[in-house]
Structures are given as structure tokens and as C-alpha cells.
């Protein structure tokens, strides 16, 4: 029984050696571990394409930084900012995200695909910071159909009409794409139909300021108009009560309920303290004429004021309404549509 059982302990001591991998020399430690760091880097970047593709993007900015973390100086590293940039950019975080596009167009080569799409969405997202001056000073003169629909965007942002139709139409010539084109015409004939917006005139604000509020409410500010037409109706009100003859105060028999130390007065008529005498009803006026000049005053000041005011407005008030009517069109056809050029990819096996 007992030499059984050393057969077996014996033989199984022996699979289990003979099972274990044995290194013969520290070249095939470092080749198992390159296989293995080869690995999880390929998983990590399919990982970061997983994310980002399925728009998680918070999740994928965390991914990335582990990816620059655990792989310094990895030959995808460029694609890896940009990417971060990206997910910067899609979850609002629009000035870090340019600092990791300005940081790539510092050090790449302008001719490469990381320089180009990193500088379309830097331009792109100084847009969306609405700095259209630094914009159009830095597309002035360029002959890129992306940066000539970025400087027609800018402006329309700017109110400058004439300039974005024509960005949009040399946009047009140098795509010569009926994709494009088919997008870009609805924005030329919106820029066409700014012209014929409806718009307040002058005149008929005058005229409708006459009534109080009514000024206000023909340009459709409807909250000062209640306000301006209540306080005039406020002032109608308390004019009538100051500007009456006389205010009297009665003071009736017997008198020394309300004045004690007048017990010793009698009734009488007329009120003389030497005779011992008082009247029965103590009446005094006054005029209440004088008080009616300030109300009066300061009523018609802001009633010429609000006349002034909404004459003088009509202009602000026509651009507010064009400005609304172009962001309602952008909003539907918006600059991001036409950000289609070609863009790094992580790829595991570069």
C-alpha cells in the first residue's frame, strides 16, 4: 500500500515539473514580456476606440490619460491628443480642448492629417467662443473651402451679410459638389431673405408712443408697456385727490373726550379761549393745488421720455429681430455639418 502510494505522489511531482514552463535565457523573459505590454496596449486603444465611437465621451478622456500614462512616448501618441481634444470639444470643455490642438499644430508637420484636422476644430471651436474677430483675422485671405465656410459663419455672427454670401459662393466654386452645394444653397438664399424681414419704422412708433405704453408695445416689449401704461394710470389716479379745494378735519361735542385739558372750555360759537367759548365742529381747509405740480412733472418727463425712448430704439430692435431669425437658420443648418475632412485613427497595429 505504501509503495503505491509513493508510485503515485512520484508521478505527479513529475507532471508537475515537466508542466511548468522553464526560461532558458533572459531574451525570452523580455520577449513574453513585450508580447504581453503589446497586448494590453492593443486592448487599451481598442478600449479608447470603443469609447469614443460609442460617445462616451468623459469615460474616453479618462481612458486616454491612462493610455499616456502607461505608454510615454508611444508612436500614437499625436493620434492620442487629438483624440483627447476631441472628447474635450464633445463634452463642452471648448478651451481645453484647444489647448491639446494648439499644442499638436506647435509641433507637427502641416501636411499631415493630425496638423490639418487639428486645426479645422481649434478654428472650429473659436467659433463656438464667438471670438469672430480672432477668426477672421487668422482666415483672412486663405483659399480653404473649410476656412471659407468658417469665415462665412463668422460673419453672419457679425452681421456682415454681404461678406458671408460671398465666403459661402467662393466656398461653393472650389467644392464643386453637389453634396456641398446642396447644403450651402439654403444658406445663401437665407442671407438673400434677411432683406425682406419685417421691421419696425419710426414713424409708426412715434404715433403709437402717444398713447402711453403704446410705443413699447408696437416693438413687443409688452413688459415695459404694462409698466408705463400702470404708472400713468396711477398718476391719473392721485392728481384728481390732491388738486380738490379744501381738505377738512371735523372735530365734533363734546370736545374734551378728545382734548381733556379743555374741560374748562364751554360750547359756544366762536371759538374764543378769553370767553369760554368753542365751537361745536372745528373745520380747517387748505388748498391741495400746490401739491399737484410734482406729480404732474414727473409724469410728463417720463411720459416725453418713453416716447423718445421708443423712437429712438427702432434700429436695435430691427437687428435684434434679423439676429433671431439667422440663429433660427443656423440652428438648423449648422457649421458642425460641414466638418467631414479626414481625421486620425487609433490603430493598435501601427
Excluded at 158 to 165: E, L, N, S
Excluded at 248 to 262: D, F, K, W
Excluded at 294 to 313: D, R
Aim: proline share 4%; glycine share 6%; hydrophobic share 40%.
Amino acid at each position: 500500500m505504501r509503495t503505491t502510494q509513493k508510485f503515485i505522489l512520484t508521478g505527479l511531482l513529475i507532471s508537475v515539473i515537466a508542466g511548468q514552463d522553464m526560461y532558458h535565457s533572459l531574451d525570452e523573459i523580455k520577449k513574453e514580456w513585450k508580447d504581453y505590454t503589446t497586448y494590453q496596449r492593443g486592448e487599451l486603444l481598442n478600449f479608447c476606440n470603443f469609447l469614443y465611437d460609442s460617445g462616451y465621451y468623459d469615460r474616453a478622456v479618462v481612458s486616454l490619460y491612462q493610455f499616456l500614462y502607461r505608454f510615454p512616448g508611444d508612436r500614437m501618441e499625436n493620434v492620442i491628443y487629438y483624440k483627447l481634444g476631441r472628447s474635450l470639444e464633445e463634452t463642452g470643455k471648448w478651451v481645453e480642448a484647444r489647448r491639446y490642438f494648439q499644442d499638436l499644430l506647435s509641433r507637427l508637420d502641416t501636411n499631415s492629417v493630425e496638423f490639418q484636422a487639428a486645426q479645422y476644430h481649434d478654428l472650429y471651436l473659436q467659433y463656438r467662443l464667438a471670438d469672430y474677430a480672432g477668426l477672421l483675422e487668422r482666415l483672412s485671405g486663405s483659399g480653404d473651402p473649410y476656412h471659407l465656410l468658417m469665415m462665412g459663419y463668422a460673419d453672419m455672427a457679425t452681421g456682415d451679410y454681404t461678406r458671408a454670401r460671398i465666403a459661402f459662393l467662393t466656398a461653393e466654386e472650389v467644392l464643386d459638389d453637389t453634396y456641398y452645394i446642396d447644403r450651402i444653397e439654403p444658406i445663401i438664399q437665407l442671407i438673400d431673405s434677411v432683406q425682406v424681414v419685417p421691421r419696425k419704422k419710426r414713424m409708426l412708433s412715434f404715433f403709437s408712443s402717444l398713447v402711453p405704453g403704446g410705443g413699447k408695445a408696437y416693438l413687443n416689449d409688452w413688459e415695459s408697456a404694462a409698466g408705463i401704461l400702470a404708472t400713468s394710470a396711477l398718476t391719473l389716479w392721485i392728481i384728481p385727490k390732491v388738486s380738490s379745494g379744501q381738505v377738512g378735519i371735523s372735530v365734533t361735542y363734546p370736545l374734551h373726550n378728545i382734548i381733556p385739558e379743555a374741560k374748562y372750555l364751554k360750547k359756544g360759537n366762536p371759538f374764543t379761549v378769553t370767553r369760554d367759548h368753542y365751537p361745536v365742529v372745528i373745520h380747517s381747509g387748505t388748498s391741495g393745488r400746490k401739491y399737484w405740480v410734482g406729480p404732474i412733472s414727473i409724469a410728463l418727463v417720463l411720459y416725453g421720455t418713453s416716447i423718445w425712448n421708443a423712437v429712438s430704439i427702432v434700429g436695435e430692435v430691427n437687428q435684434r429681430a434679423v439676429d433671431q431669425y439667422v440663429r433660427e437658420w443656423i440652428y438648423s443648418y449648422p457649421l458642425k455639418q460641414f466638418l467631414d475632412f479626414p481625421e486620425p485613427e487609433l490603430d493598435k497595429n501601427k
